[in-house]
């Protein structure tokens, strides 16, 4: 599987990262923006630590295996 499909799927679901953003408590995203996302499909925007994580990525892939 790769990533987009990895996130289709992930888009189906509600996920653990979800639940503190359904329940009114995330500093990072409201509720009707989770809605957005999983609903129409909206694009989530990168946060800066999300562009470092991913920068990253096939560092620690690398490490792990």
Not at 2 to 10: D, G, H, T, V
Not at 27 to 54: I, N
């Amino acid at each position: 599987m790769n990533e987009q499909e990895w996130l289709e799927q992930r888009r189906k679901v509600v996920t653990a990262t979800d639940v503190p953003i359904l329940l009114g408590v995330s500093q990072y995203k409201s509720p009707l923006q989770l809605w957005a996302e999983k609903v129409e499909g909206a694009e989530q925007s990168q946060s800066t630590a999300m562009e470092v994580g991913l920068g990253r990525r096939s560092h620690n892939d690398n490490r792990y295996r």
